[in-house]
């Protein structure tokens, strides 16, 4: 049996800084908005986040100067909904909300002229542990009741966090090489559903909604192949919205800590 190294790694936790913080946000915004990242203006998606300093943290290893293996803040869509990157985000989660029953929630509020909602934005590098989201979260919300005090517009009827799952499904490729006894099972998908984000699962049982859906610019099977599972499988990614109430926010995010603590 092989010894395993095992590297201990520090996490820090510190707000946005503009002029260090840019690069490393936006490469972690083009990773969770994943193919469709495309259709956005990820660098005015990330001078906008980087401009709220009170709100929201990164997770660095090596000191504030470097970049982020983590980021968590939230956005105000009404108060920022003339700015083009807010409405091209609004108008792309209506689309998806109206592409699966689940979501149909989701179009009701977000076209309601009493909604105020704050739209929750997470990522992590792939190696980076669950443990660090139950932190994050915590501070959120304290970070969120010290703007509320300062009259700052953070009061939010709900909360949308875009996140993604995936699924595995039976390579394209192995399928070709397949003996046509094999091929008869070709096609057949794992259902069971998957999480980048561990706290997705926790967040969903707090939800007035939830769903996935398949990205615009979805490249199919290839894509899917690209993103190989232990050699075997191909991994199928979709978006995932999950819509929570403000009074089930507190609740959820508690439930969160629960969950992922880190062992003692």
């Known amino acids: 049996m092989k010894d395993i190294d095992m590297?201990?790694?520090?996490?820090?936790?510190?707000n946005f800084k503009p002029d260090i913080d840019f690069h490393g946000l936006k490469s972690l915004t083009r990773q969770l908005f994943d193919v469709d990242a495309q259709l956005f203006d990820l660098s005015a998606l990330s001078d906008l986040i980087l401009s709220q300093a009170t709100?929201?943290?990164t997770?660095?290893?090596?000191?504030?100067?470097?970049?982020?293996?983590?980021f968590l803040t939230i956005l105000n869509l009404r108060e920022h909904q003339e700015k083009k990157i807010v409405k091209d985000i609004a108008e792309y989660l209506l689309e998806k909300s109206r592409?699966?029953?689940?979501?149909?929630?989701?179009?009701s509020i977000l076209?309601?002229?009493?909604?105020?909602?704050?739209?929750?934005?997470?990522?992590?590098?792939?190696?980076?542990?669950?443990?660090?989201a139950p932190p994050m979260y915590s501070m959120l919300i304290d970070e969120i009741e010290a703007a509320v005090e300062d009259k700052e517009p953070y009061e939010f009827t709900h909360y949308i966090i875009i996140s993604k799952t995936y699924h595995e499904?039976?390579?394209?490729?192995?399928?070709?090489?397949?003996?046509?006894?094999?091929?008869?099972?070709?096609?057949?998908?794992?259902?069971?559903?998957?999480?980048f984000h561990a706290e997705d699962e926790v967040?969903?049982?707090h939800a007035l909604a939830y769903g996935s859906y398949e990205y615009t610019k979805?490249?199919?099977?290839?894509?899917?192949?690209?993103?190989?599972?232990?050699?075997?499988?191909?991994?199928?990614?979709?978006?995932s919205v999950i819509l929570i109430e403000s009074g089930k926010f507190e609740g959820a995010v508690k439930a969160i800590g629960e969950y992922l603590s880190p062992p003692q």
């Open 203 to 205: 967040l969903q049982k």
């Open 55 to 57: 709100i929201g943290s």
């Open 99 to 107: 592409s699966n029953p689940a979501l149909s929630t989701l179009t």
């Open 169 to 195: 499904i039976e390579s394209a490729l192995d399928r070709e090489e397949a003996p046509r006894t094999k091929k008869n099972k070709a096609g057949k998908a794992s259902k069971e559903t998957f999480y």
């Open 111 to 132: 076209t309601s002229p009493t909604s105020q909602v704050g739209l929750v934005l997470a990522e992590r590098l792939i190696n980076v542990p669950a443990e660090i």
């Open 218 to 239: 979805d490249e199919g099977e290839g894509m899917a192949d690209s993103k190989r599972a232990f050699q075997d499988m191909g991994i199928k990614s979709q978006g």
């Open 59 to 70: 997770v660095k290893v090596d000191g504030e100067e470097t970049d982020a293996y983590a």
């Open 7 to 14: 590297v201990n790694v520090e996490f820090e936790w510190f």
